[in-house]
């Protein structure tokens, strides 16, 4: 059965620190999916990877797939970065009924302070 | 483009009351997903399609149905509600499963008292 978990499963930071999420998973994956949640709102996809990195302003996304794990770090951190940041995997093998669904960790709670 | 878009926001159901969760998308995606987020832990898949009239359980279907008659629309059915469904709904979308990324919709947070 995949696994994915995340670190730490809370992080409070100062604005303006540079920020680490750690994922890691079980399996072999075709993609990895770091989504961001704010409180009480709806879930956005910030990434999707196979390879490398990937930048998007201050988020950078990085996986290694020989160590099956991924990060996501946030540069000169703002209090509207504080939110849910959840990792999720889509597995390499699948068919047939019911194959059709992501893993997913159960998020890091970020919480920036001014 | 609006997107993923789900009605209601919110609804309290009494138990053993039946509903529908909307969603609709206007990206003319194939895939559509239906979730559930419980807290501290992970999304679980309740039902999937793949396009239209073809539709299969997820990990989590027991207490739910769905039906997809269009592209657009994959609306999902609880049936003599129960407080284990209390919870948070996502609908999302994606043009395929394994190459690309799921738009989520706002969610509906349900309790059933």
């Known amino acids: 059965k995949n696994e994915v978990e995340q670190s730490p499963q809370n992080l409070t930071a100062q604005e303006g620190e540079f920020i680490t999420i750690n994922c890691s998973y079980s399996?072999?994956?075709?993609?990895l999916h770091w989504l961001q949640q704010h409180p009480g709102g709806g879930i956005v996809s910030l990434f999707m990877?196979?390879?490398g990195k990937k930048k998007h302003g201050r988020l950078i996304a990085t996986i290694n797939i020989q160590e099956k794990h991924s990060s996501l770090h946030i540069t000169a951190s703002h209090p509207r970065d504080s939110a849910v940041y959840i990792c999720?995997?889509?597995?390499?093998?699948?068919?047939?009924?019911?194959?059709?669904?992501?893993?997913f960790g159960k998020g890091t709670k970020l919480s920036v302070i001014p | 483009n609006a997107g993923v878009t789900q009605t209601p926001k919110f609804r309290i159901l009494k138990i053993g009351q039946s509903m529908t969760l909307q969603c609709t998308q206007d990206?003319?995606?194939?895939?559509m997903y239906w979730y559930r987020q419980d807290p501290g832990m992970g999304l679980k898949l309740i039902y999937y399609?793949?396009?239209?009239?073809?539709?299969d359980k997820g990990e989590v279907p027991n207490g739910y149905n769905v039906s997809r008659s269009t592209t657009e629309d994959f609306p999902l059915r609880l049936e003599l509600a129960a407080p284990s469904q209390t919870s948070v709904y996502f609908c999302?979308?994606?043009?395929?499963?394994?190459?690309?990324?799921?738009?989520f919709g706002p969610g509906t947070r349900l309790t059933v008292l």
């Open positions: 999302a979308s994606s043009y395929s499963f394994q190459y690309n990324e799921q738009f």
């Open positions: 399996v072999g994956i075709s993609a």
């Open positions: 990877l196979s390879s």
């Open positions: 999720a995997v889509t597995p390499r093998a699948y068919s047939g009924a019911g194959s059709y669904q992501l893993t």
């Open positions: 990206m003319n995606h194939n895939y």
């Open positions: 399609s793949v396009g239209a009239g073809i539709t």
